[in-house]
């Protein structure tokens, strides 16, 4: 789920400062014009509280609450529904791909419309958004969901007791120009993989809605990396992700030893 919150860069510039990141670097080319920089080298501490912070919890929740790790536990599948009046079905598959392509252990493609899909990403205009909602998840969750958190996307993930995500459904908005549907393409689609939570504080992620970026950041794709690692079992309990991570942080090498200015 999306909120797009505006003023909010001068607080996010004072907070990064005061956290550590460093390897600062301009937003990559295709970035809607605008778009934040972004930090490139984190600690194994600043990796693991934003993985343990966005892995666990959820905005939208309909039924148990989901105790552990969530993700998909084979290759991914995923379907890009076109419409809405603007076509940025291309768009959305270039987002696809580059997941796909940085983060291999998603094992990530793209299917046919009619094929069978793990992840549907339906593209759809702003008028459409509620009723889509109440369409995918009846009148009286769409409506308290919306009136609780104001959302500009969301994404439903459905998955089993023991942590396996089974299907998931974003609704992502293509008429409200290129910085709202990149932005929204970027953040739901890491929720649809499983990194479920937001998190205001964290000023490196995309799922921070008080920021808008567009892009996936070295930060998130280290998250990602992390959530498809062999040693980060489906159903993982906080307490055991925790001690798993520094170990797989290492063998990645994906921290730096200390964050430098």
Not at 19 to 40: H, I, K, M, V
Not at 76 to 88: E, L, P, Q, W, Y
Not at 114 to 142: C, H, Y
Not at 227 to 232: A, E, M, V
Request: aromatic share 8%; glycine share 6%.
């Amino acid at each position: 789920m999306k909120q797009l919150l505006a003023g909010c860069f001068a607080l996010i510039a004072v907070v990064t400062a005061a956290l550590g990141a460093s390897g600062r670097q301009p937003p990559p080319p295709g970035s809607f014009e605008g778009a934040p920089d972004q930090f490139t080298q984190f600690t194994t501490a600043e990796l693991t509280r934003g993985f343990l912070a966005l892995a666990f919890g959820s905005d939208l929740r309909i039924g148990a609450r989901p105790l552990g790790i969530r993700r998909f536990d084979h290759a991914v599948r995923a379907r890009i529904v076109g419409g809405g009046t603007i076509d940025r079905s291309n768009e959305m598959a270039h987002v696809i791909e580059e997941y796909a392509r940085k983060v291999p252990n998603l094992e990530l493609s793209i299917v046919p419309p009619a094929a069978p899909a793990d992840i549907e990403l339906r593209l759809i205009d702003e008028n459409d958004f509620q009723s889509a909602l109440q369409a995918a998840f009846g009148t009286k969750v769409a409506r308290a969901f919306v009136s609780r958190t104001d959302p500009q996307c969301m994404t439903s993930v459905k998955s089993t007791a023991d942590g396996n995500i089974v299907h998931s459904v974003s609704f992502i908005i293509v008429d409200k120009g290129d910085d709202v549907f990149l932005d929204c393409a970027y953040h739901e689609l890491l929720h649809a993989l499983g990194l479920s939570n937001h998190d205001q504080h964290n000023p490196w992620t995309t799922l921070n809605q008080k920021r808008m970026v567009g892009y996936l950041t070295v930060y998130d794709r280290y998250l990602l990396t992390l959530l498809y690692d062999s040693r980060i079992k489906p159903g993982m309990t906080m307490p055991q992700a925790r001690a798993v991570l520094p170990r797989a942080i290492a063998d990645l090498r994906i921290a730096t030893p200390h964050s430098r200015k």
